[in-house]
């Protein structure tokens, strides 16, 4: 792995947390991810599942956990199966974890191989009133592919039709949603290596650079650092590429005096950064750029300021959406009688500024977590405002990542250039 080891007392504490709101007598059991298959032999590169590694640190394929707090038999209470090398393996794939490196890592001392997995669950499942299963149940998901979790409680509900079925998933977005310090440390590096790679490209930046050039630049400076590479596929948009919310070709030349919106961020040992800035091609903002940059920067800053403890998620939209409403009538894109005649399903606003401003942050992009519950101290939230004016091929975007303290917040990206005047500093070596 590229990243520096993660201290076990993470995983263990987060194993220990759960294991309070499991129901007694209660099993919990947890699958990696696939490798996912493209074409002839070939597959994609690996991914692992987030619950599995939150509560384990395993960043490796084939493996299960089993939590069980009340089996009378101590030695199956945490159980990590994994998958056995050889020889073979070790030339074709490299060395996968040893049993005593496995330990280290979890915390966990009762560790198998995968071959003696029916042997050791069939000690353990009968001895359950509840199996806690996983699911993906992001409100956002709309994947067909069958995953692993999928399959196998398929096969457990055909062997063990009387067993009681509880989702596992409502409690892992629970915890997951208030990062632990270490947790929260991983992030920062993550947005420590964004700054790099975004420092580097505002020197890189020019009229005739390609879009994709751009991608290549954050790519080297991302991967030297220890990371992976990007945490999700990057928008590199130039011009009215901008106005397009999910833009990915990254194959257009970036022209003289159109505004290049970077949504780019790395990741770290699995944490993702999530960071957005709108910067002039030629290193100069034109007064309507300036404009427009400055007005989603003050909703920026308004929204920031909301993400404290004790607001909840649609208040906080509703009252970002107001924020919104006027500095579109200050640029002269919708007008008070807009707002009077609006549909309150779609707000006048939406026309230009169409997404949410925040969304959780974790080991996820779009990580879990409760909309209807109020923001906690240990929260990370995105915060992005945008405004895009299609009819003038202009978008702007800023986004930062901000942690919620007991104490209001913090800015986990507060390093990283913002200001336009900084932008046009450093895009023009002053």
Not at 21 to 45: E, H, Q, R, Y
Not at 131 to 149: A, G, I, K, M
Request: glycine share 6%.
């Amino acid at each position: 792995m590229r990243y520096s080891p993660i201290d076990q007392k993470l995983f263990i504490e987060n194993r220990r947390r759960l294991t309070t709101l499991l129901k007694p007598k209660s099993l919990a059991i947890l699958n990696a991810n696939d490798i996912m298959p493209t074409n002839a032999d070939g597959t994609m590169g690996f991914k692992q599942n987030s619950d599995l590694f939150y509560l384990t640190g395993v960043d490796q394929e084939e493996t299960i956990l089993l939590i069980f707090p009340d089996h009378p038999d101590p030695k199956f209470r945490e159980v990590l199966f994994l998958r056995e090398t050889n020889e073979v393996i070790a030339v074709w794939e490299g060395e996968k974890l040893t049993k005593e490196q496995a330990r280290a890592a979890t915390g966990i001392q009762n560790i198998y191989w995968m071959h003696q997995y029916e042997t050791v669950f069939g000690n353990i499942v009968f001895e359950a009133e509840n199996v806690y299963l996983n699911t993906n149940e992001h409100t956002r998901s709309d994947s067909y592919v069958q995953s692993r979790d999928a399959r196998f409680i398929v096969d457990f509900k055909n062997r063990y039709p009387l067993h009681n079925l509880v989702r596992l998933a409502p409690l892992m977005h629970q915890l997951r949603a208030v990062k632990q310090p270490e947790e929260v440390s991983l992030l920062q590096k993550a947005c420590d290596i964004t700054k790099q790679g975004f420092e580097r490209v505002l020197k890189f930046v020019k009229p005739g650079v390609h879009e994709f050039e751009i991608e290549a630049e954050l790519l080297h400076e991302f991967v030297r650092n220890r990371s992976k590479g990007f945490s999700y596929q990057p928008i590199i948009a130039s011009g009215a590429n901008a106005c397009v919310l999910h833009y990915i070709q990254n194959d257009q030349v970036c022209k003289d005096g159109d505004i290049l919106l970077l949504d780019v961020a790395a990741e770290y040992a699995n944490y993702g950064a999530d960071l957005t800035r709108s910067i002039p091609v030629n290193g100069r903002f034109t007064k309507r750029q300036r404009d427009v940059y400055d007005a989603v920067l003050r909703v920026f800053k308004a929204a920031k300021g909301l993400l404290v403890p004790g607001n909840i998620w649609d208040e906080y939209h509703q009252e970002i959406g107001r924020i919104m409403e006027s500095e579109l009538i200050g640029l002269g894109l919708i007008t008070k009688e807009d707002i009077e005649k609006q549909d309150p399903d779609l707000p006048a606003y939406k026309k230009y500024f169409p997404h949410g401003t925040s969304h959780f942050l974790g080991l996820d992009i779009h990580d879990v977590g409760n909309k209807y519950r109020r923001f906690e101290a240990g929260m990370v939230f995105t915060c992005e405002p945008g405004i895009y004016i299609r009819e003038e091929g202009l978008g702007i975007r800023l986004e930062n990542d901000i942690l919620i303290t007991d104490n209001g917040n913090v800015d986990l990206m507060a390093h990283i250039p913002l200001e336009p005047e900084e932008i046009e500093e450093w895009m023009n070596g002053e």
